[in-house]
């Protein structure tokens, strides 16, 4: 049945954890009551809710003891995640954890939110990060985490801990399996006090460019980000948060985890594997449980549309789905007008999609819209975007429809010339700088990247900002407009044109193309190359070549680019980051060092390997 709501309502909800995470002091007034300063609550306080029966979490669809084909549901309430937390939290407190790094490979069911509360109420620092599980990119992706924060304690469910344990062989690790471990009274824990800037967690990025940093998040930035949530989704105790996202994706971590807990409200929780296999099951467990909030990245809404079927979407109810946040990767419009109009049907109110802008160094949310209210789109001249402003479209000229996310939330935002750092006026197309509370303290260990991204200044000398490297826009009415990384544009014919844009456009070409990669490559970096996925299931070898100049008309026609590399693949060559976004460099070495073998290729040949199957 549908939940309706969380168990601790106003001051008395786990939102007080937040709360006395940032200040550490606490006093209870009668009846367990929280008596609130500015960051204030207690734990102590809260053993003594009424309500602790009150359910916090449900895990849907979470395998079954030993039997991982077996599933079910699992239900966690507030008391029962209090009592779990301090537990963990005194054993870690018994090995010297304070201020200590933390691993935590994510798993499904109650572990991921017990062990990262475990470590915040200990007043270690947890590293949320893949479980080796996922495959072999996930291990080596823990690995790097491992040596990158020199931690020495892992908290892993039973499934996960002598995988991990293998793939960190040869360490001084200590991986306690959690959930079967003899642990402590939750008796045994003592409240360690933090301070406002203390480190509460290493949020590692998804490395869409480079390597990924390890973001430095305070127990300052934890709350700030919140309030922030609160005020842009509109959420309540009533709300209910949920999702798929895993626990080491920022908006898994911060909005699905942290979230209702904020609140006092209830989560729903399914694993990100589930989505994957049958992406349905998102929008079921949506009606099923009544979820009010919940999102993902733009290439999931895309998913729902091509593999939903329409007699499926009948038997839908997702009139209750008030806020589906689209962020973490660029948010395009005919995804957002597709998803609309395919689960209409199904009661979706188009006011619903709340397209957003976030970024892991500023603690996710950055912009966003006002819930219930349409976003916005803007169709502008695709000449002038390039050259760096907003311009109207002209007739017959080429054009493209950008989708606001939103306004500033919580932070300010400026779009700045990154060669000169002199302040943009509106229309003009820069980099989106960052100022505010929720923005990290650096990257982990003082890196080189720390001094070029935190802490820059503007041509007039005002400091504090994060340089996001994404390149945006504001109108006049102060709508953000995102258009692309900086780093990934595309020289044509002289003038900076973002991939995304070349993307979605080739994607719409034909209903077999899935996933588009596009970048520079050639010993000259002069070489356009698209990377084009295909749906192949049936295909013959002799309608290849059909697709491929179906590629290379388009970009001619649009772009005005005759000698582009078009290469045909399957499905799954294109790969994404663990927060969706596509990994063009990764992409481009793997075709450089000859790690991919097309379907077909169409154009000049490259200076690697690309011998068909």
């Not at 290469?567 to 991919?596: H, M």
Request: aromatic content about 6%.
């Amino acid at each position: 049945m549908p939940i309706r709501g969380g168990s601790y309502r106003g001051s008395r909800g786990i939102r007080a954890i937040l709360e006395w995470w940032s200040v550490g002091r606490c006093h209870c007034g009668g009846r367990g009551r929280f008596i609130m300063g500015d960051f204030v609550g207690s734990l102590l306080c809260r053993m003594t809710n009424p309500n602790a029966d009150g359910e916090a979490f449900r895990f849907v669809g979470v395998a079954s003891g030993d039997d991982r084909k077996s599933t079910s549901d699992r239900i966690l309430t507030y008391g029962q995640l209090d009592r779990r937390a301090r537990a963990l939290a005194a054993w870690l407190q018994m090995r010297g954890a304070k201020g200590e790094r933390v691993l935590l490979p994510h798993c499904d069911g109650p572990l991921q939110i017990e062990a990262l509360l475990g470590c915040l109420y200990a007043g270690a620092i947890a590293v949320p990060c893949p479980s080796p599980l996922s495959g072999g990119r996930f291990a080596r992706r823990l690995a790097l985490i491992a040596k990158d924060t020199d931690a020495a304690l892992v908290l892993a469910d039973s499934a996960t801990a002598p995988e991990v344990s293998r793939v960190l062989a040869g360490g001084l690790l200590v991986c306690l399996a959690a959930d079967r471990a003899e642990l402590p009274s939750p008796d045994d824990w003592r409240p360690p006090h933090p301070a406002d800037d203390d480190i509460a967690l290493i949020q590692y990025t998804s490395g869409s460019v480079a390597r990924p940093n390890g973001v430095l998040i305070t127990q300052r930035n934890l709350l700030a980000a919140q309030r922030t949530l609160t005020r842009a989704l509109g959420t309540s105790g009533t709300s209910v948060v949920g999702g798929w996202l895993p626990s080491f994706h920022d908006m898994g971590l911060l909005v699905q985890l942290l979230h209702p807990l904020h609140l006092g409200a209830c989560g729903v929780v399914m694993p990100a594997g589930a989505f994957a296999r049958r992406p349905l099951s998102w929008l079921e467990m949506i009606e099923k449980h009544g979820v009010t909030v919940s999102g993902g990245p733009d290439f999931a809404y895309a998913m729902c549309v091509r593999e939903v079927a329409d007699e499926q979407v009948e038997k839908l109810d997702l009139s209750g789905w008030r806020v589906a946040v689209n962020g973490a990767e660029p948010v395009r419009e005919t995804t957002l007008r597709a998803f609309a109009r395919k689960f209409a049907p199904a009661g979706l109110r188009p006011e619903a999609l709340y397209p957003a802008y976030g970024l892991a160094e500023a603690t996710l949310l950055v912009a966003g819209g006002v819930p219930g209210r349409a976003h916005s789109r803007r169709s502008v001249d695709a000449v002038a975007l390039a050259a760096g402003r907003l311009a109207a479209p002209v007739p017959g000229g080429r054009r493209r429809t950008l989708v606001g996310v939103g306004r500033p939330l919580g932070s300010e935002v400026l779009i700045v010339a990154p060669e000169t750092r002199q302040v943009l006026e509106p229309g003009r197309v820069g980099e989106i700088w960052v100022r505010g509370e929720s923005v990290g303290a650096g990257y982990w260990g003082g890196r080189a990247e720390s001094g070029v991204s935190f802490g820059a200044r503007t041509g007039y000398g005002e400091g504090g900002f994060l340089r996001s490297g994404d390149l945006g826009v504001k109108d006049e009415e102060g709508e953000l407009f995102v258009i692309g990384r900086i780093k990934e544009n595309v020289n044509i014919n002289g003038a900076d044109v973002a991939p995304e844009e070349i993307e979605a456009s080739v994607q719409e070409q034909n209903p077999l193309f899935r996933n588009t990669a596009v970048f520079i490559a050639g010993t000259d970096l002069d070489r356009l190359v698209v990377i084009q996925e295909v749906h192949d299931e049936g295909l013959l070898d002799s309608e290849f070549p059909e697709l491929a100049d179906v590629v290379q008309r388009h970009l001619e026609g649009e772009f005005g680019v005759t000698d582009a590399a078009v290469l045909l693949v399957r499905t799954g060559v294109v790969r994404r980051t663990t927060s969706g976004k596509l990994q063009r460099s990764a992409i481009r070495r793997v075709l450089e060092d000859g790690g991919i073998r097309p379907l077909y290729h169409h154009g000049p040949a490259l200076e690697c390997d690309l011998s068909t199957n």
